[in-house]
């Protein structure tokens, strides 16, 4: 007998905790799910949603941090739709449309260069202003007049949140490592394409290739974030970093949990994983119905 026959067969326990409670219940629903021992954190994913009552219909990622959009390891699906198209939509076939390669490069590359010192926060305070103004137009008329004022302060708040913009935060820019000379360069009239023909063919410079005097060139716009597909993943990889992680489903809802591994047990006999091993409280809805 092998020492896999003697110790049966085995399986991933994960407690999943919503960060969304249901009007009424005293405590945020969780569950513990069993996974197989060969899963990876796609099929974690998949768990995860089923057991709240999702339907896998959108994106998704995991975190190290509380908030995903700040965190500094991200384990996402859109890595491996990048490279291996989407399960979630058919993929779009090519046409005429299409940008060839080479101008997709530098278009990436001029992004980059555009990007550098503008105002991080800035944006997502004009953004927050724009985005107050829009659910003014769309939730106002559906409330009572006289709870209006009310929930016309409340708006702001939401969409300073859904920005992940804080309070008294420091302004920040996205800064692009760049020569001296370049960045003089840039702040000529027609500087953007000086700089682009010196870098050409962007490729080269996006391929890591290089070109004399620009080795420092930062070209990431991911601020230094590691990023990493989850197809084919050990669910366990995370975890090894650290306990618990924010799985994140759904951009734009942004369905969150916290994710904590317990451990490796032995799995129930005859059951199929992966198996929701305790439930407790009840699940948000993915799409509840407004009156």
């Known amino acids: 007998m092998t020492r896999k026959q003697g110790r049966g067969r085995q399986m ?12 009424g219940e005293r405590r945020y629903p969780f569950r513990v799910l ?20 999702f339907d896998l219909d959108h994106a998704y990622g995991f975190f190290d941090g509380k908030n995903p959009y700040r965190s500094q390891v991200a384990y996402e699906l859109f890595r491996d739709l990048e490279r291996g198209g989407s399960p979630l939509a058919p993929a779009a076939p090519d ?26 926060s800035a944006l997502l305070r004009e953004a927050a202003a724009f ?8 939730v106002l008329p559906r409330v009572p ?25 420091e302004d920040g820019s996205f800064e ?3 020569p001296p000379e370049m960045r003089a360069m840039l702040a000529q009239p027609d500087g953007m394409e000086q700089v682009l023909a010196t870098l ?16 420092g060139l930062d070209l990431s716009l991911s601020g230094g974030r590691e990023e990493h597909g989850v197809r084919g993943v050990p669910v366990t990889e995370p975890f ?26 032995e799995a129930p006999p005859r059951v199929r994983l992966p198996r929701v091993l305790e439930s407790v409280g009840t699940a948000p809805e993915q799409y509840p119905e407004w009156e």
């Open 12 to 23: 991933h326990v994960f407690k999943v905790v919503s960060r969304v409670k249901v009007e």
């Open 34 to 53: 069993g996974v197989p021992e060969d899963a990876d954190l796609d099929a974690l994913a998949a768990a995860i949603v089923s057991a709240f009552g």
């Open 95 to 120: 046409g005429p449309g299409d940008l060839p390669d080479e101008l997709a490069d530098e278009a990436d590359l001029a992004l980059t260069l555009a990007l550098d010192g503008v105002s991080q």
């Open 131 to 138: 985005l107050t103004r829009r659910l003014e137009e769309e």
């Open 145 to 169: 007049e006289r709870l209006r004022g009310a929930v016309r302060e409340r708006l702001a708040a939401f969409a300073a949140e859904a920005l992940a913009l804080e309070e008294g935060e």
């Open 176 to 178: 692009v490592l760049m």
């Open 200 to 215: 050409a063919p962007a490729r080269t410079m996006l391929g890591q290739g290089g070109l004399p005097g620009l080795a």
């Open 240 to 265: 090894g970093r650290q306990e618990k992680w924010t799985f994140l489903f759904d951009y734009g809802d942004d369905w969150t949990f916290d994710v904590t591994y317990q451990g490796l047990q």
